[in-house]
């Protein structure tokens, strides 16, 4: 999959480890309390108004119930002010929207599914993008290497533990509210997302979770399942010292830095630490129904996508009549195979995403752009005109 990084490697640690790494033990020696300060988002700040001087409006906006009307401002184009998670490209042009336009405006059934290219515009990194996590290094945890070891299973839960108040800060973008708008005006007819973060969720949606995600963590054993949140609470009761450390950083501060401790997110939350930290007395709760394995409901590299899930997603993708997709470079068999079976049943296929895709052969209309700029631009375009959602 690529929307999601599952594990995380130590040889990509910044400067100032050696540092950082005395400083955590010192702290996890002392059981350092939570501090007052509070870890805040890095508001997406960049602003691109090149549309605003060229765009004309086409049409009136319409009253659809229960999604209410804001600003044209509310929808323009904010990024990540970490500019290393969202790969370089030119604003789209007036004949990319005019297009993309053309494209809704034909279908009537239409399958939307989303990718990393999505996140990133939301300060959540991806893995292929030239910013990607590949590009340090990094490799993901593995199905089996995750079932089979317990010392994977305690990295990646230390790891992610230490991650999770950054990765759930992260907040949905202009593409996500221009998509919810979408869905809700009927223009959208089934969405199906690879990221495992929810922020489609959280801007009005509710797709179908490809790769599952990491808001719920699953028995391997008796199946049983529960909030992370929850699992979050019980590793910070039972490692007191680490949790204590962890929550005292200061991990917004520029990464490499000693405030940062030299840590580094990950594309599911969680973030680059040295290996000797997380070795040191980190102990991961077991299932309350059977003592078995807990492990997030993530499709990890080389499991399967479940079942019930997967024929879920092909039966949309073959009976629709035109399927976009939307930042993915559709690298996992688990995507590329939706788009394929849409072209091979006759459907109009479409592509946005910054850079090549494995479906570039075969599809006829791809769009180098990014998700958060060309979206909200149908929002007030001929019959596509809906309030968009904030």
Known sequence: MCSVAMGLSSSSLLPNVKNSREILRNALHKAIPLTSKTWQHSRMARNIGAFGARFIRTSYRISIPGVPSVNDEHTASKFSSDKRTVPDSAAPSINDIDLLYQFFDRSTKLVVLTGAGMSTECGIPDYRSPNGAYNTGFRPITHQEFLKSSKARRRYWARSYAGWRRFTAAQPGPGHFA???????????FMITQNVDRLHHRAGSNPLELHGTVYIVNCILCGYSFSRHSFQDQLKAINPKWAAAIESLEIDSPPGSDKSFG????????????????EEEFVIPTCPNCNGVLKPDVVFFGDNVPKERAERAM?????????????SSLMTMSAFRLVRAAHDGGADTAIVN??????????????????GEILPRLLSIGSLSVPAIQ
């Open 179 to 189: 998509l919810a708008s979408l869905e809700k005006s009927g223009r959208i007819s």
């Open 263 to 278: 840590m580094r997110i990950r594309p599911d939350g969680d973030i680059d630490i040295d290996d000797k930290l997380w």
């Open 315 to 327: 039966e949309a993708a073959k009976d629709c009549d035109a399927f976009l997709v939307i930042g």
């Open 354 to 371: 910054i850079g090549v895709t494995r479906a570039d052969d075969f599809v006829p209309l791809r769009i180098n752009a990014r998700c």
